[in-house]
């Protein structure tokens, strides 16, 4: 019996040693937390923000649904930089050193919602974006150095509705890069050098139809040009705006002095050396305003309104003549025998006083 209890003691020792190794075992993977930061199970999320850290923690929990990064030295985002968090659906990595923003580091993130990259450095960000975060819903990208933007993303991002570039560098925006998000319901644009010209009248026409159909945006002024510095692009009639001439290879060459034309004609020409439109020629001009929804369907009302009331004055006319002739071809002759024959007797009688 005593050896029987001593067996059985000795295995429930092994059996419980055996659970506290695997406990150790698998506690680093789910429950560890990376130096410097700060993790919440309870609210999923970890905090690493002002570590001064120059890169993303490798080890994050897996669990981490919010990352906060802020404030931070990183200045470059591998590919796959979070890989380890596949569950994360917020991202703050606003006031580090960003100067691109690569779409390969953001692959294996398909829960990702909101992405923060505010006051970074940013100089472009790749149209490839959208197919690494389809399910992005707010990306906001104010305070960097943006001078420029894709003209398009390949593919619309169907799930966003938050698209802010305030405090850019942005001259131009493309409006196809707008129309490649259909649910976007507030863009933000202010405190960027916005030179209002040719180029930027897609994106006043499409911030019109925007605001008409209930979106949301601020104040994009103007820097350039010179007499419309401080205003806003939305506050600038139509008719003030020259629409762009696509760019043609057959332009090119217009720039060689042809037989019987002078040094100064071939300096005239639109397109400088490097095939491009000369932006002095973007300048405003008055031209007639350009077709828009509102305009168009207010100008279809008013020339009905004006072609109904044409034709009622044109009708009344008409029944006005038609009564006058009727009644004028009625009583025409008629009265007129009778006069005729009272003036032959007033002169019978004037002839018979005038023999007496």
Known sequence: MLDEGLCCGTWAMKGTLLLVSSVGLLLPAVGSCPMKCVCHPSS??????????????????PWTVTLLLQDNWIHWLPALAFQSVPLLTTLNLSNNSLSNLAAEAFYGLPHLRVLNVTQNSLLSIESSLAHALPGLRELDLSSNSLSILPTSLGKPWENLTVFAVQQNHLLHLDRELLEAMPKVRLVLLKDNP??????????????????????ETDSAICRLPEPWRGKALLSIPHELYHPCSLPSQDLAPSLVQQPGSSLQDAQKSPVNSSGQQDPLDCEVKPKAKPTNLRHAVATVVITGVVCGIVCLMMLAAAIYGCTYA??????????????????KMGSKELMDSSSA
């Open 44 to 61: 999923n999320s970890v905090d690493c923000s002002g570590q001064e850290l120059s890169k993303v923690p490798p080890d994050l929990p």
């Open 194 to 215: 916005w030179i209002c010209d040719c180029h930027l009248l897609g994106l006043k026409l499409w911030l019109e139809r925007f605001t008409f159909q209930g979106g």
């Open 326 to 343: 009727a009644i004028t071809a009625q009583y025409q002759g008629r009265p007129l025998a009778p006069a005729r024959k009272s003036e």
